[in-house]
């Protein structure tokens, strides 16, 4: 354990050396390669930056949000090329039939929802998922961003009040209880989704006594 921790400790030391000189650009860099199936500790890099530079803090949300979005755009080739054998071979039948309905009925939320959670989230297999459902590129690009957005956001918040650490609660929580987070989160967005379709249905009944009726 203490041979993996100074290797984890290494490895960041390193990653600091080649970031401080790219200033804000960093976190843009780190992000994109992230998205783009290299795999790096983006929530170390953003909070790392915050602790560093919370007048800043804003600016580093976004372009990691900013960054993330547009490193994705990768997978989205991938996706939309020929992916669909791909991520057949990493899922289930049945798991790839639930996120090809949800992508059908709820595109926007699909892909938004997984990018607001931190790792072990399957992040790429939901960016696959969108492509191979041929997702407008302009939604995708937007729900990558407001998901990361609210994520980056909240760890940002965190760390300045409780220091880079938090990067390790957060980690552990979700490593242990993913479920039950994405849990919440869906459900959130199921009853923000429920609370608006009411208003709208009672539009209805008005606009039907508003129209004239037409003699047969």
Do not use: C
Request: no cysteine; glycine share 8%; net charge positive.
């Amino acid at each position: 354990m203490n041979t993996i921790k100074h290797i984890l400790n290494r490895y960041t030391a390193f990653l600091w050396i080649l970031l401080t000189p790219l200033g804000a650009w960093g976190v843009f860099v780190i992000a994109g390669l992230d998205a783009a199936a290299v795999g790096l500790p983006m929530d170390v890099v953003v909070a790392g930056y915050v602790y560093q530079n919370r007048a800043r803090f804003l600016l580093y949300v976004l372009m990691a949000s900013a960054g993330s979005a547009l490193g994705s755009t990768v997978l989205y080739l991938i996706g939309y090329t020929g992916g669909e054998a791909v991520l057949r071979k990493r899922i289930s039948a049945e798991r790839f039939d639930k996120l090809h309905r949800a992508f059908d009925h709820h595109p926007f939320w699909s892909l938004m929802v997984p990018a607001m959670l931190p790792p072990p989230t399957p992040f790429k297999l939901f960016v696959l998922a969108a492509a191979i459902s041929e997702m407008q590129f302009g939604h995708f690009l937007l729900a990558i961003f407001s998901g990361r957005f609210v994520r980056f956001l909240v760890l940002a918040l965190l760390t300045m009040k409780f220091g880079p650490q938090i990067v390790d609660v957060t980690g552990t929580l979700s490593r242990h209880h993913l479920r039950w987070v994405l849990g919440g989160v869906v459900l959130g967005a199921l009853l923000w989704l429920g609370a608006r379709r009411p208003s709208k249905a009672r539009t209805h009944p008005r606009e039907k006594a508003a129209e004239p009726h037409r003699d047969s």
